[in-house]
């Protein structure tokens, strides 16, 4: 009887007749069921495989979109000529080139439709399907779905092609309106990237111990800030605001943006705390923070979720920058120093109650935990 070996690359593969055949990562249903056909059509063919055989293979199982029939209007764009064109103005074998690549697998059902019946629905089944569909590379053996991040950046090089044909007035600007108002993009198959963790601080001080002192410099300010090293050698001084004391960049967008585009729950502000309605400055706080947000495009990055399941996150506006600090400053929130270790928070709050701001003009302000103490 056949049975299945552990390649090197930690997935299990079988031999039958000449053949090899991939089964997928030990112990895995996918394995098992792989197995069990191979087995099955073994033990039917006594003893051997039938020459016409062949796995299923997973991508073909899972691929739920079928081509629209229809003839294309030759007085019309469709979806087929927006991807044309992309390609003739990117560079063979460049990210963006592989990126259409993906973006014509996905919208090849739509190849002949005009281009302006292409709206928000199907746009959420090409996502939605994109999500789902298992890649053809595997992962320890084991065909995977692709990475939120990917399906995000996929979807947003569609809406550039839209985007591309509104610009040379190819399609009315009410159609790149129509895939923009798809803001909650059906992305729950897709699974999540896999979290990097930081390197220790002595083996970064090791590090910078012997790199020339511009480069150990940059690395600490990335530490300090937690930005992306395009975002520090892009920043001016004209940027940051140098009134304040720490000083505050404002940046117009931020790295994690996209995380808040599939939440749909409740929100605490990390790191602060602020005071009750009950206590002095509790309205005070809450109208502060109403009047940065109201009728205003905000982002919210999440940083995970606490004990009762709702999750954290540090808001930024375009005019505030980050809020949750900007309320700390106000003199209208604490630093909550048990769940959080910045460096810059803790500025801020010395700052406000240094000069008596907000709630710090207060004789005696006590601290909202220690306030819910005592209600309890």
């Known amino acids: 009887m056949p049975k299945p070996r552990i390649h090197k690359r930690v997935y299990q593969r079988i031999r039958v007749d000449g053949r090899d055949f991939t089964l997928g990562k030990p112990g895995s249903q996918q394995a098992d069921e792989r197995y069990k056909t191979i087995l099955a059509a073994w033990a039917e063919g006594g003893g051997r495989l039938p020459d016409d055989f062949q796995l299923e293979s997973e991508s073909a199982k899972n691929k739920s979109l079928k081509p629209i029939k229809h003839s294309p209007d030759p007085g019309q764009i469709c979806v087929a000529d927006l991807l ?34 292409f709206g928000p629905r199907l746009f959420g089944q090409v996502v939605e399907t994109m999500a789902t569909t298992r890649m053809r590379a595997t992962r320890n053996g084991e065909q995977v779905p692709p990475t939120k991040n990917y399906v995000r950046e996929v979807s947003r090089e569609i809406k550039r092609l839209f985007s591309a ?24 198959g897709a699974r999540g990237s896999k979290r990097v963790k930081p390197a220790k601080l002595d083996i970064v001080e090791a590090t910078c111990a012997v790199l020339p002192p511009v480069f150990a410099d940059l690395i600490r300010f990335i530490m300090l800030t937690g930005c992306r090293p395009s975002e520090a050698t892009a920043m001016t001084p004209a940027m940051i605001d140098m009134t304040a004391k720490p000083w505050i960049l404002q940046p117009a967008h931020h790295k994690n943006s996209h995380r808040y585009e599939e939440e749909d729950d409740q929100q605490r502000l990390f790191g602060i ?104």
């Open 165 to 188: 044909a509104v610009a040379s007035e190819e399609l009315p600007p009410e159609r790149l309106v129509a895939l923009n108002s798809l803001k909650k993009l059906p992305i729950k």
């Open 84 to 117: 044309c064109a992309a390609f003739v103005e990117v560079e063979e074998k460049s990210w963006r080139w592989y990126l259409l690549r993906r973006v014509a697998v996905c919208l090849e059902p739509y190849a002949n439709l005009p281009a302006i019946e």
């Open 273 to 376: 705390d602020t005071p009750e309605l009950g206590q002095p400055f509790g309205n005070n706080a809450k109208q502060a923070l109403s009047g940065m947000v109201f009728g205003k495009s905000v982002t919210i990055s999440s940083t995970g979720k606490d004990r009762y399941g709702r999750t954290l996150g540090t808001v930024f506006s375009q005019d505030k920058g980050n809020l949750n600090a900007e309320l700390i400053h106000m003199g209208m929130a604490w630093h909550y120093r048990r769940y959080s270790n910045s460096t810059a928070m803790q500025g801020f709050e010395d700052y406000a109650k240094e000069n008596k701001i907000g709630l710090w003009a207060d004789k005696n302000p006590i601290a909202p935990w220690d306030w819910r103490k005592g209600k309890r």
